[in-house]
């Protein structure tokens, strides 16, 4: 019985100590273009297909045309959301189809 209070006491600690350890690793610009362009491709105002992302040390710079100021600020909100963005230079033109 000893055995297994110190077994699931160790699993305990190694999991939170990794954790701890995943947490603090630092995001890859690559990430973020992907993980911005997913965010911005699934949303349905701003369908993202036409908005290209550019990141370079956790500044997310978005450029392209969209059709309505809605989805210029639905960007530039949803790009901020995304963990490990630092900031958003929205460069996205309103261009009436």
Do not use: C, H, W
């Not at 965010?39 to 349905?44: E, F, G, T, V, Y």
């Not at 036409?50 to 100021?69: M, R």
């Not at 960007?75 to 189809?97: C, D, F, M, Q, Y």
Request: net charge positive; hydrophobic share 45%; proline share 2%.
């Amino acid at each position: 019985m000893k055995i297994k209070r110190i077994g699931l006491a160790l699993l305990l600690f190694l999991t939170m100590l990794m954790t701890a350890f995943a947490a603090d690793k630092p995001v890859t610009d690559d990430y973020l273009t992907d993980a911005v362009s997913n965010k911005l491709a699934a949303d349905s105002l701003v369908k993202g297909g036409g908005i290209k992302v550019d990141v370079k040390s956790g500044v997310v710079t978005l450029e392209g045309k969209v059709a309505e100021g809605k989805q210029k600020s639905k960007a530039e909100r949803l790009a901020k959301g995304v963990k490990g963005v630092k900031s958003v230079v929205n460069n996205l033109k309103i261009e009436k189809p």
